[in-house]
């Protein structure tokens, strides 16, 4: 089923660290380390950032299609599916890194789950940049490239620094532009976003609000209250999206039928989830999964 739409891992290189910076001109990818044709849908075990310079075609990301736009950079989660169409003048810079990576030897280890533009967070995992402020994470891509190619005992720790600093000043500027600055350090964002990380870390077995509520130490109706005023949607709707998000991965890049998918996400009614997911998607899963077919092949 879909065999096009393929898994990649990590690209491995003779220094066996799990991050990578690569750039690229034009349609494709040059390096010869880099495993795949980023053309085609296909999917990461690895989180990756997309930095494009020179905006040039299409980025198509969990079936949401994003324009490439100079001075922007792109966020994505491991997981999702997504295709890239470039032009000929094209010119960006990709990152990829492991969860690991990051993580290793960073006090805030979960910061990559509460990152807004990560972890399915948004629909949107898209930042739009003035040329001040691109310039400004150009400028720590430099510096990650010169460090990349050092041989050095503190190498790793020196690349895991950048990264952490450019992803900070991607939340900052993130938070900023889609929140506003007063909002970041208001009690509910930051209710929402423990609930956003609850929410990713628990959807497949947890789908009623109270009981996120609980966890919370919250009320079902003042958390949906709370989710409502800074998503725009209430508690119930997001746990849902997020639970399609992953029902329609499953039917496109899978061979699980319509009654494992129900299971394997926690719905013991598989008639019931049918009925769910044509009421959120217009389409019952055999008809998306038929949809997604065509368009893909």
Do not use: W
């Not at 739009?128 to 050095?152: G, P, V, W």
């Not at 989710?227 to 997020?242: H, L, Y």
């Amino acid at each position: 089923m879909l065999k096009n739409i393929h898994i990649y891992e990590l690209p491995q290189s003779d220094e066996k660290i799990a991050f990578h910076v690569y750039e690229v001109k034009g349609k494709t990818i040059q390096n010869r380390e880099y495993p795949h044709k980023t053309e085609q849908p296909h999917r990461h075990t690895y989180y990756e950032i997309c930095i494009f310079v020179n905006g040039a075609g299409s980025h198509m990301i969990d079936f949401n299609t994003f324009p490439i736009n100079s001075s922007s950079i792109h966020f994505l989660t491991p997981g999702q599916v997504h295709r890239i169409s470039r032009e000929e003048n094209y010119h960006g810079f990709l990152l990829v890194f492991s969860r690991d990576f990051y993580s290793l030897g960073l006090q805030d280890e979960d910061l990559l789950m509460t990152l807004p533009f990560f972890n399915n967070n948004t629909p949107e995992p898209i930042l739009n940049l003035s040329t001040d402020e691109f310039a400004e994470l150009l400028d720590i891509i430099e510096h990650l490239r010169r460090d990349y190619k050092r041989d050095s005992e503190i190498r790793e720790d020196v690349l895991r620094s950048y990264l952490h600093i450019f992803l900070l000043k991607c939340r900052y500027f993130y938070n900023r532009n889609y929140f506003g600055q007063d909002i970041i350090k208001d009690p509910k964002f930051i209710l929402v976003n423990r609930f956003r990380k609850l929410v990713e870390q628990n959807f497949k077995d947890i789908h009623l609000v109270k009981e996120y509520a609980d966890r919370l130490n919250e009320s079902p109706a003042h958390l949906n209250k709370i989710v409502k005023s800074i998503t725009g949607e209430n508690a119930s709707d997001f746990i849902i999206k997020r639970i399609i998000l992953e029902a329609k991965r499953l039917l496109i890049y899978t061979d699980l039928s319509n009654k494992e998918i129900s299971f394997d996400i926690n719905y013991d009614d598989p008639s019931y989830f049918s009925r769910l997911f044509r009421k959120k998607v217009g389409a019952s899963p055999s008809e998306f999964r038929a949809q997604m077919k065509q368009k893909y092949q």
